[in-house]
Protein backbone atom coordinates (compact mmCIF):
# COMPACT_ATOMS: atom_id res chain seq x y z
CA UNK A 1 0.00 0.00 0.00
CA UNK A 2 2.62 2.53 0.81
CA UNK A 3 4.48 1.64 -2.93
CA UNK A 4 0.84 2.55 -4.46
CA UNK A 5 0.89 6.12 -2.75
CA UNK A 6 4.65 6.46 -3.09
CA UNK A 7 4.30 6.01 -6.59
CA UNK A 8 0.79 7.78 -7.09
CA UNK A 9 2.20 10.55 -4.88
CA UNK A 10 5.82 10.94 -7.24
CA UNK A 11 3.18 10.51 -10.86
CA UNK A 12 1.37 13.76 -9.15
CA UNK A 13 4.91 15.60 -8.50
CA UNK A 14 6.09 14.54 -12.18
CA UNK A 15 2.70 16.11 -13.67
CA UNK A 16 2.35 19.27 -11.75
CA UNK A 17 5.44 20.84 -13.59
CA UNK A 18 3.92 19.96 -16.75
CA UNK A 19 0.62 21.36 -16.09
CA UNK A 20 -0.30 24.54 -18.60
CA UNK A 21 -0.91 27.71 -17.79
CA UNK A 22 -4.30 28.94 -16.59
CA UNK A 23 -6.03 31.32 -18.51
CA UNK A 24 -9.40 32.52 -18.77
CA UNK A 25 -11.47 34.99 -21.17
CA UNK A 26 -13.79 37.97 -20.02
CA UNK A 27 -15.03 38.91 -23.53
CA UNK A 28 -12.10 40.39 -25.88
CA UNK A 29 -9.67 40.47 -22.78
CA UNK A 30 -7.21 37.21 -21.82
CA UNK A 31 -5.71 37.16 -18.44
CA UNK A 32 -2.81 34.44 -18.43
CA UNK A 33 -1.93 33.11 -14.62
CA UNK A 34 1.85 33.10 -15.72
CA UNK A 35 4.11 36.06 -16.60
CA UNK A 36 4.87 36.01 -20.11
CA UNK A 37 8.49 35.42 -20.98
CA UNK A 38 10.85 38.47 -21.36
CA UNK A 39 10.61 40.37 -24.74
CA UNK A 40 12.71 39.06 -27.78
CA UNK A 41 15.80 41.73 -28.91
CA UNK A 42 14.84 43.10 -32.64
CA UNK A 43 16.90 45.32 -34.62
CA UNK A 44 15.07 48.25 -35.96
CA UNK A 45 16.32 50.48 -38.48
CA UNK A 46 15.32 53.99 -38.76
CA UNK A 47 12.73 54.40 -41.74
CA UNK A 48 11.35 57.76 -42.52
CA UNK A 49 7.47 57.72 -42.71
CA UNK A 50 6.62 54.51 -40.96
CA UNK A 51 6.95 53.51 -37.18
CA UNK A 52 8.16 50.37 -35.29
CA UNK A 53 5.76 48.11 -34.02
CA UNK A 54 7.83 46.27 -31.53
CA UNK A 55 7.03 42.45 -31.32
CA UNK A 56 5.22 41.04 -28.26
CA UNK A 57 4.84 37.68 -27.09
CA UNK A 58 0.59 36.73 -27.48
CA UNK A 59 -1.53 34.25 -25.79
CA UNK A 60 -2.48 31.50 -28.47
CA UNK A 61 -4.96 29.79 -25.81
CA UNK A 62 -2.30 27.11 -24.57
CA UNK A 63 0.61 29.01 -24.68
CA UNK A 64 2.48 32.12 -25.58
CA UNK A 65 3.89 32.82 -29.17
CA UNK A 66 5.97 34.96 -30.69
CA UNK A 67 4.75 38.30 -32.88
CA UNK A 68 7.54 39.71 -35.00
CA UNK A 69 7.56 43.48 -35.15
CA UNK A 70 6.92 45.16 -38.00
CA UNK A 71 6.78 49.35 -39.86
CA UNK A 72 3.48 50.77 -39.50
CA UNK A 73 2.96 54.06 -41.83
CA UNK A 74 2.74 56.96 -39.95
CA UNK A 75 -0.78 58.72 -38.99
CA UNK A 76 -0.86 62.25 -38.59
CA UNK A 77 -2.46 63.10 -35.22
CA UNK A 78 -2.03 59.41 -34.10
CA UNK A 79 0.51 58.09 -31.80
CA UNK A 80 1.38 54.31 -32.11
CA UNK A 81 0.89 52.54 -28.78
CA UNK A 82 2.75 49.13 -28.14
CA UNK A 83 1.68 46.07 -27.19
CA UNK A 84 2.37 45.70 -23.83
CA UNK A 85 1.47 42.66 -20.35
CA UNK A 86 0.10 44.14 -17.16
CA UNK A 87 0.08 42.37 -13.94
CA UNK A 88 -3.14 42.43 -12.19
CA UNK A 89 -4.78 40.87 -8.82
CA UNK A 90 -5.80 37.87 -11.57
CA UNK A 91 -2.73 37.70 -13.84
CA UNK A 92 -1.39 39.15 -16.66
CA UNK A 93 -3.55 41.35 -19.25
CA UNK A 94 -2.41 42.20 -22.63
CA UNK A 95 -3.02 45.79 -24.25
CA UNK A 96 -3.17 45.17 -27.51
CA UNK A 97 -1.76 48.89 -28.45
CA UNK A 98 -2.19 50.62 -31.90
CA UNK A 99 -2.71 53.73 -33.30
CA UNK A 100 -4.13 56.24 -30.71
CA UNK A 101 -5.41 59.78 -31.28
CA UNK A 102 -4.22 62.58 -28.68
CA UNK A 103 -1.72 62.39 -26.18
CA UNK A 104 1.29 60.92 -25.84
CA UNK A 105 2.94 61.53 -22.55
CA UNK A 106 -0.58 61.90 -20.33
CA UNK A 107 -0.61 65.54 -19.01
CA UNK A 108 -3.79 66.59 -20.90
CA UNK A 109 -2.42 68.48 -23.14
CA UNK A 110 -3.49 67.97 -27.07
CA UNK A 111 0.13 66.58 -29.02
CA UNK A 112 -0.81 69.34 -31.72
CA UNK A 113 -0.61 72.05 -28.85
CA UNK A 114 2.17 70.26 -26.84
CA UNK A 115 5.39 71.88 -26.98
CA UNK A 116 7.14 68.63 -25.76
CA UNK A 117 4.22 65.39 -26.49
CA UNK A 118 6.84 63.22 -25.48
CA UNK A 119 7.90 64.22 -21.30
CA UNK A 120 6.75 61.67 -19.67
CA UNK A 121 8.34 62.60 -16.35
CA UNK A 122 5.85 65.96 -16.52
CA UNK A 123 3.44 67.29 -13.25
Known amino acids: MKRILCAAAAALISTAAFVPAQAFAKGDVVVVRTAP ?21 NWNGHRYVWVKGHYEKVRKGYVYQRPEWRQGDRGWTLVRGGWHRGDRDGDGVPNRADARPNNPNRS
Open 37 to 57: PAPRHEVVHARRGYEWAPGYW
